[in-house]
C-alpha cells in the first residue's frame, strides 16, 4: 500500500476513534446501550483500521499521528456536541500537540 492511501486509512481511524470517544461520552458510563454498542463497533473499526495503517507506516508514527488528531478531533466534537469550550492553556497544549503531530510526520525518519 502506498504511503497516501495509508495515510487515507489513519484518517478513517481517527474518524473511527473520534465518533467512538463521542459515545462513549453519551453512553454514560457504558450504563445505555445503544451508545455504548456504537462505542464498541467504532473502536473495534478504529483498530482494525491502524492495523492495517502499520503495515505500511512504523508503529510508533502511526500511532503518535492517530492520537495527536484524534485529540485534537475528540476536542472540536467536545466543543461542538458538548458545549465544552478549552481555556487558553489546553489552546496552547493542543497547539503543541498539533506541532508534534507535523514533526513527527514531516521531518522524522519513517524507516
Known sequence: MSNIIAYIVLLLAVILGTAANGFAK???GFTLLIPSLLTAVFIVGCM???SIVMKT?????TYASFAG?????TTLVGIYKFNQMPDFYTIVGLILIISGVLIVNLLGKTG
Open 48 to 50: 482494525y483500521t491502524l
Open 26 to 28: 453519551g453512553a454514560n
Open 57 to 61: 507506516i512504523p508503529v510508533g508514527i
Open 69 to 73: 488528531l484524534c485529540i485534537i478531533a
